[in-house]
């Protein structure tokens, strides 16, 4: 052990070396009080409505309560960021506009380009947890990504990862928002990083940008609005007066990433380790890529053909009924007449009374941008 470190410190680098080993892009300790220290504002959006039909969100404290007292020893707190960003942005986003200029296609929100990121997360977490087991034999860890009741935003501003955007996310100084969060809880006694103290400035970039208006406030996301929330977790219709601001995003939201300035391309993050770059999972060959042709998705009439293209990757969240619901949604937003068969296809064959109901809604807004953009008859005086 090197002098003036105690064993606390010593094993904090230990298991801090070995997160950045296993691929993590940056790793930090946090204290058992970060898991309660945020539950007031959590709470204040809870009671709010901002949660919308997000059950889980409504069971959060309780089920976090539940975690504490069967966790009675717990002592640290090791959260982790994992990098979603394409190694070469700059390029990723002009060839996503190609495609969705060049062809009637919906956006899909960066960090769902690859396969889904619980599984890659979990496996490296296990080898981290395997780590301190054989560092101290009989240590207690639970690893979560979103399984448990965990803020985890506000563990890794605890833990000096990152600061709170105005966009809610979690912003890395010189890293952006593009990655997920994990957490590994331990009895081990490990030292707590400090929070960094950084913030948005005067920027209100992302409160302009939002489409629907979901970011009425700075740091407060109204759930109901959010265009992820409306492609990814809402079940049935999304409300029409909505369904015109979702644009072309066929599943998540990524504008108010976008425009802050801490995700512009910076040479420094255009080389990226490979062990700490964006893993190979998350590459768009894995999975469902930047963009989707529309006719494509609108002729996914069964579960099987629809596991067959989505299976592994977080496109299965909304369910094929969902995933329809949004193309329909996009194709209405696009009124682009080369969609009116496929939509027609959905309004008679699909199983699903609610892709019915979207697909007829689309070809109305087709329909009407058609009759606005034809010739209108000579108008005869009196
Ligand atoms: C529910 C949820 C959603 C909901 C609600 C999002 C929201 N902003 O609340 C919806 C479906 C809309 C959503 C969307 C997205 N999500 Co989401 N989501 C979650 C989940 C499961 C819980 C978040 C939550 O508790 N929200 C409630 C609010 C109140 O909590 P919070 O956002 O964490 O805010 C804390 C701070 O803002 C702070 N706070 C509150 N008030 C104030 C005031 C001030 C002044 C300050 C400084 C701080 C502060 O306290 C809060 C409570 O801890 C987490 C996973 C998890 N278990 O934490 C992932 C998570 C937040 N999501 C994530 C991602 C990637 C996304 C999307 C980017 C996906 C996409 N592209 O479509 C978008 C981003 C939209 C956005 N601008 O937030 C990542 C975020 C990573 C990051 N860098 O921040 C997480 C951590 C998942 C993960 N494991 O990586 N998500
Ligand atoms: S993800 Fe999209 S809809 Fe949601 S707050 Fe950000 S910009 Fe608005
Ligand atoms: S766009 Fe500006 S205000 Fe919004 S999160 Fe980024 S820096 Fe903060």
């Known amino acids: 052990m090197p002098s003036g470190q105690g064993p606390a410190e010593q094993l904090t680098l230990e298991v801090k070396r070995e997160a950045l080993r296993l691929g993590f892009a940056s790793v930090g300790i946090a204290p058992p009080a970060a898991l309660t220290q945020r539950n007031a504002e959590l709470a204040r959006w809870i009671v709010s409505g901002f949660s919308g039909r997000m059950t889980y969100m409504e069971k959060f404290l309780e089920r976090q309560e539940k975690l504490l007292a069967g966790f009675q020893d717990l002592r640290s707190l090791v959260v982790l960021a994992v990098s979603y960003q394409p190694s070469n942005p700059s390029r990723r986003a002009a060839a996503t506009d190609e495609n969705c200029a060049t062809k009637p296609s919906g956006r899909v929100a960066r960090y769902a380009w690859g396969r889904d990121y619980h599984k890659a997360i979990r496996k490296r977490l296990k080898h981290l947890e395997a780590f301190l087991k054989i560092q101290r034999p009989g240590v207690r860890t639970l690893a979560s990504v979103d399984t448990a009741p965990l803020p985890e935003r506000a563990l890794a501003q605890a833990a000096g990862l990152g600061f709170f955007g105005k966009n809610t996310c979690l912003i890395r100084p010189k890293g952006g928002s593009y990655f997920f969060l994990s957490a590994l809880l331990t009895n081990l006694e490990l030292t707590p990083d400090k929070p960094i103290s950084w913030d948005c400035g005067a920027c209100t970039l992302c409160l302009q940008a939002c489409p629907t208006q979901a970011l009425a406030k700075p740091y407060e996301l109204d759930a109901r609005r959010c265009i992820a929330y409306l492609t990814i977790e809402l079940r ?26 801490y995700n512009a391309p910076s040479p420094s993050r255009g080389t990226q380790s490979p062990e700490t770059g964006p893993w190979s999972e998350f590459n768009q060959e894995s999975g469902a890529g930047a963009a989707l042709p529309l006719n494509k998705v609108l002729g996914l009439r069964s579960e099987e053909d629809f596991l067959k293209q989505f299976a592994g990757t977080p496109l299965t969240r909304p369910k094929r009924e969902g995933l329809l619901r949004n193309a329909c949604t996009v194709a209405g937003n696009l009124k682009e007449p080369s969609l009116v068969n496929p939509l027609k296809a959905c309004l008679e064959e699909d199983p699903s009374a609610l892709v019915r109901d979207q697909a007829a809604w689309a070809l109305n807004q087709i329909a009407s941008a058609v009759h606005s953009a034809a010739p209108q008859p000579a108008r005869i005086p009196p």
Do not use: A, S
Not at 239 to 257: A, H, N
């Open 236 to 261: 049935g219709p999304i409300e029409p007066t909505l369904r015109p601001l979702v644009g072309r995003w066929l599943f998540g939201c990524d504008i108010c990433q976008e425009v802050c300035p």
